[in-house]
């Protein structure tokens, strides 16, 4: 990690520090006066600095204008505006601190007799207090909310399945059952977008959540009373896909107005950590637990959930929007997803990391669906161990959580994007190769680090890169190819695996991930530095 200033590139002050926060002056030629230039035993032609910082680092600072001083002669000259080069927060994080940088003065090689040269301002060292973690009270209702409204989605990934073959025992009537609740995001993705896009997002998720527990409420009492058949089961489950598609993109887009943009990284990671454990780890066993106990009683107990959920989205408190942030509503839902998919197209960050996401959610997608396979041949685990296997990357992404702002401190957004996307490539190929059972589940925890700090990353670029008044509708891009690449890659893996063996699924992963990271690596940095700005203490920023 350097600076983009080529000559404090090779700067031996360099070798072994990687200072948290490094910032580099755009100078402009200056003129010193003949027989004044810096570069004597009177003038030094560099100057190291000290100063105090509380909010952010001071604007005569970032951006300056030296004229003479004890340092520099009379008559000196030099305008710079300091950038982020590295994608980090502009300015220090919510916590006091000390910055170092240094003024030098460099001559013109063709023009050293004359004094010509250039001033330059490197921030190269900032030292902090620890940031404390404390999120917005708005985003602790949300978050809350969110919770309790995936530990319900959590609960139904277990009783949905076993509702099912209470009916069925027919292969394909199963797999209608999660496909039903699948295909809203395909059908209705771009639509939520443009919904999220022109209402009150947080009315909106009171609404939806509410149709929810309408829909779950009246489930249950169709499975109580006995007269539950596949067309009604299907039915619910279209109707709470549907409803799930506009809420979660409502969420998602309400983030970025309830954050500042320095802790945006904190909350997707909190956020993130909460649905795995929701999700993955606590909602699957109490959905098969209630499940046993009555059929119905998980269905009632999702919608006591949603219940919870709608009071705790009631108490998110919005500040209003800036003025222009939002669009024009009065054009046709049509047009405003094609200004979506139009600003995407413009913006290279953006574009490419969505098809960044969905290209390895294909490759994912395949490699996890013969996940089964592999677990039971290759490393001869029954029932208990494939369970132990898929739980051991649902707590690699609880630790992810918990390791994200240690990780966002010592580490440029980049590097993390670049590293995650490398532990992702070498995944397929090392289950591929191994037959022992704890190196596997190894490996999938290490997988379940890298997808929390991923996805909490790439989320905090893209919220910060994207204007308000567009929020939904590229996000709804996203969570489309995310859903779509993961059907995509698992039916894929399906004919890899039928054609070949279950193998040839993981080679595939392993190829098509590797061919992926070659043509992202070097402007990794540049989609890492999207959205930087220098307003950095105010949510919606």
């Known amino acids: 990690m350097a600076c983009l200033n080529s000559s404090w590139q090779r700067s031996n002050r360099w070798a072994g520090s990687r200072p948290p926060w490094c910032w580099t002056a755009l100078p402009r030629r200056s003129n010193w006066p003949a027989g004044q230039r810096p570069g004597g035993k009177s003038v030094p032609s560099v100057r190291e600095l000290r100063v105090r910082c509380r909010n952010g680092i001071p604007s005569d600072i970032a951006s300056f204008a030296v004229s003479g001083g004890a340092a520099f002669p009379q008559g000196t000259d030099s305008t710079a505006r300091a950038h982020n080069v590295f994608g980090r927060h502009p300015g220090l994080p919510p916590s006091s601190g000390w910055a170092r940088y240094h003024d030098r003065w460099r001559p013109h090689r063709d023009d050293r007799s004359h004094g010509d040269g250039r001033l330059s301002r490197t921030l190269w060292h900032v030292n902090t207090k620890r940031p404390h973690n404390k999120l917005p009270v708005p985003f602790r209702w949300l978050w809350a909310g969110a919770s309790v409204s995936n530990l319900g989605d959590g609960m139904l990934l277990a009783a949905g399945p076993l509702l099912v073959t209470t009916i069925t025992r027919d292969p394909l009537a199963v797999a209608l059952a999660l496909f039903a609740q699948q295909v809203p995001w395909v059908l209705f993705g771009l639509l939520a977008g443009a919904v999220v896009d022109r209402v009150n997002r947080r009315k909106l998720m009171i609404l939806v959540n509410f149709l929810r527990m309408l829909v779950m409420a009246a489930l249950a009492v169709v499975i109580f009373s006995g007269a539950l058949g596949l067309p009604v089961l299907y039915g619910a489950l279209f109707l709470l896909g549907t409803a799930e598609t506009f809420a979660d993109n409502a969420s998602t887009s309400l983030i970025p107005a309830l954050v500042p943009s320095s802790q945006l990284g904190l909350a997707n990671s909190r956020l993130f950590g909460t649905i795995t454990v929701s999700n993955q ?18 269905y009632a107990g999702f919608a006591v959930l949603l219940t919870l959920a709608v009071v705790l989205y009631s108490k998110v408190a919005v500040p209003l929007p800036a003025p222009g942030s939002t669009g024009p509503a009065d054009t046709s839902m049509l047009l405003e997803v094609r200004e979506g998919l139009g600003w995407m197209r413009r913006h290279f960050a953006v574009r490419t990391l969505a098809i960044l996401i969905t290209s390895f959610n294909i490759t ?31 707590v690699g992404g609880i630790i992810g959580s918990i390791l994200f702002p240690w990780l966002e401190r010592k580490f440029s957004y980049a590097s993390l994007l670049r590293t995650g996307l490398v532990l992702e490539t070498l995944t397929h190929v090392v289950l591929i190769l191994t037959h ?28 910060r890169a994207v204007p308000e008044r567009l929020r939904g509708r590229v996000n709804s891009v996203y969570m489309l190819g995310g859903v779509g690449g993961i059907a995509a890659g698992a039916l894929l893996g399906g004919v890899l695996g039928q054609l070949f063996d279950y193998r040839a699924p993981f080679w595939f992963g392993f190829v098509g991930s590797f061919i992926v990271l070659l043509l992202v690596w070097k402007p990794m940095t540049h989609i890492a530095m999207a959205g930087s700005t220098g307003d950095e203490g105010r949510p919606g920023a």
């Open 436 to 463: 022992q059972a704890w190196l596997a589940m190894g490996v999938l925890f290490l997988f379940g680090v890298h997808t929390l700090v991923w996805s909490s990353v790439s989320s905090t670029v893209r919220q």
């Open 281 to 298: 780890l606590a909602g699957p066993p109490l959905g098969a637990l209630l499940f046993a106990m009555s059929h119905a009683l998980p």
């Open 364 to 394: 994912f997608g395949a490699t996890f669906a013969m996940l089964v396979l592999y677990a039971t041949g290759q490393l001869g685990l029954g029932d208990v161990g494939y369970g132990l296997l898929i739980s051991a990357s649902a």
